[in-house]
Nanobody, 122 residues
Framework: VQLQASGGGLVQAGGSLRLSCAAS????????MGWFRQAPGKEREFVAA????????YYADSVKGRFTISRDNAKNTVYLQMNSLKPEDTAVYYC????????????????WGQGTLVTVSS
């Protein structure tokens, strides 16, 4: 499975961005999809995940109420709508896919995209 993330950029604090991740080369609807991020000098961290059906969703506490993950299986795409952005949201955002059942928030995803940079200015 190949994953291509897009939609990053520079935004002021309080603004919004929508990230997209297009998948190819595999049965997209069979995968749980996740978003992770890595800020400069920090370890990569979990942001959000969505089950293959979209019925099960998890968020990191730091983004709950501000970020929304969704997927369109017909378009092989997962999205991350980010609102009320803060400077501490600045990071490279990665999308990832995993086939393991009931696996959502851990780091052991099977496939990773190349990342897209989000910079939030104060």
């Amino acid at each position: 499975v190949q994953l291509q993330a897009s939609g990053g950029g520079l935004v002021q604090a309080g603004g919004s961005l929508r990230l997209s991740c297009a998948a190819s080369g595999g049965p997209f609807s069979s995968y749980t999809m996740g978003w992770f991020r890595q800020a400069p000098g920090k370890e990569r961290e979990f942001v959000a995940a969505i089950s293959w059906s979209g019925e099960i969703i998890y968020y990191a506490d730091s983004v709950k109420g501000r970020f929304t993950i969704s997927r369109d299986n017909a378009k092989n795409t997962v999205y991350l709508q980010m609102n009320s952005l803060k400077p501490e949201d600045t990071a490279v955002y990665y999308c990832a896919a995993v086939r393991r059942p009931h696996y959502y928030t851990g780091p052991a995803y099977d496939y990773w995209g190349q990342g897209t940079l989000v910079t939030v200015s104060s």
